[in-house]
């Protein structure tokens, strides 16, 4: 099984929680790959049985426009059937821009992942809750 966390982070947030669900899904014993969206090209993604997608709350709860949007729309018409996880930081919001996203990725045909992870801040004390979360993403039959 081999999984990437392909991630936008501008304050380093949303780089924790990746590395996070990494260590999580290399428990489960996958091989997973943190990869910051500004070093992957659109075709990265076909190395991958499964993809877990990380930007914060950027804009008026939206994704980052500048790295991690530019990225995400050269491949969301090739996400139709594909495992995909979501995850990100958010500060003073509501978690609003997370469930947009969720609900885009499965009109977009993917199978998303529970709920996407979405973590006010540093993930701190949730540290332990990302790692599970990845275990749980690279363990799911
Ligand atoms: C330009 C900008 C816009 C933001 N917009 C929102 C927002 O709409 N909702 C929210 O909850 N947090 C918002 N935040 C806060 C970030 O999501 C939060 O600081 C997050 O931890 C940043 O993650 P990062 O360290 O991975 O960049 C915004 C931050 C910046 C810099």
Redesign the pocket.
């Known amino acids: 099984m081999r999984i990437a966390m392909i991630y936008y ?7 924790e929680i990746a590395n996070l669900v990494a260590e999580g899904a290399r428990r489960a014993g996958a091989e997973a790959d943190v990869l910051p969206v500004g070093q992957c090209q659109p075709d990265i993604i076909e190395n991958y049985d499964r993809l877990a997608f990380g930007c ?6 939206d994704l980052d426009d500048m790295e991690f949007l530019p990225f995400f729309e050269q491949i969301e018409n090739r996400l139709k059937g594909r495992d995909v996880a979501l995850f990100g ?5 509501d978690g609003q ?1 997370m469930r947009t996203w969720e609900k885009q990725v499965k009109e977009l045909g993917a199978n998303l992942f529970e709920e996407g992870l979405a973590i006010q ?1 540093e993930p701190g004390p949730e540290s332990e809750a990302c790692r599970e979360f990845g275990y749980r993403f690279a363990a799911e039959e």
């Open positions: 982070s501008g304050t380093g947030n949303t780089e914060p709350a950027m804009g008026e709860e930081s958010f500060g003073w919001g821009w801040e």
